[in-house]
């Protein structure tokens, strides 16, 4: 299937940007759609943003639009998530996610931890 891998993650003060990145192998042409969630602690994890590959693509979480953006490389194996503007409220564990074709949202990465201070 595919293996996604996330990295980047870490303490930043409020209002400063962070970047993270999104590595997959495996069968990455099978891919419809990669994206990012996150998860607060004692919250449900939430969806920040998407890419759906054929043409391209993105949808953004009400609560992020302006200050995130996905960018995906020319081909599936590597999406970055370019945080600005972060909130104390961004604070969560990140996770790389994959939607294959006729699939759901069922690959995962490990979760990179990001913590906004005040």
């Known amino acids: 299937q595919v293996q996604l891998v996330e990295s980047g993650g870490g303490l930043v003060q409020a209002g400063g940007p962070l970047r993270l990145s999104c590595a997959a192998s495996?069968?990455?042409?099978?891919?419809?759609?990669s994206g990012w969630f996150r998860q607060a602690p004692g919250k449900e994890r939430e969806f920040v943003v998407s890419?759906?590959?054929?043409?391209?693509?993105?949808a953004y979480a009400d609560s992020v639009k302006g200050r995130f953006t996905l960018i995906g490389s020319n081909a599936k194996n590597t999406v970055y998530l370019q945080m600005n503007s972060l909130k104390p409220e961004d604070t969560a564990v990140y996770y790389c996610?994959?939607?294959?074709?006729?699939?759901?949202?069922?690959?995962w990465g490990q979760g990179t931890q990001v913590t906004v201070s005040s």
């Open positions: 996610s994959g939607r294959l074709f006729g699939r759901d949202w069922d690959s």
């Open positions: 495996g069968r990455t042409s099978s891919l419809y759609a």
């Open positions: 890419i759906t590959w054929s043409g391209r693509s993105t």
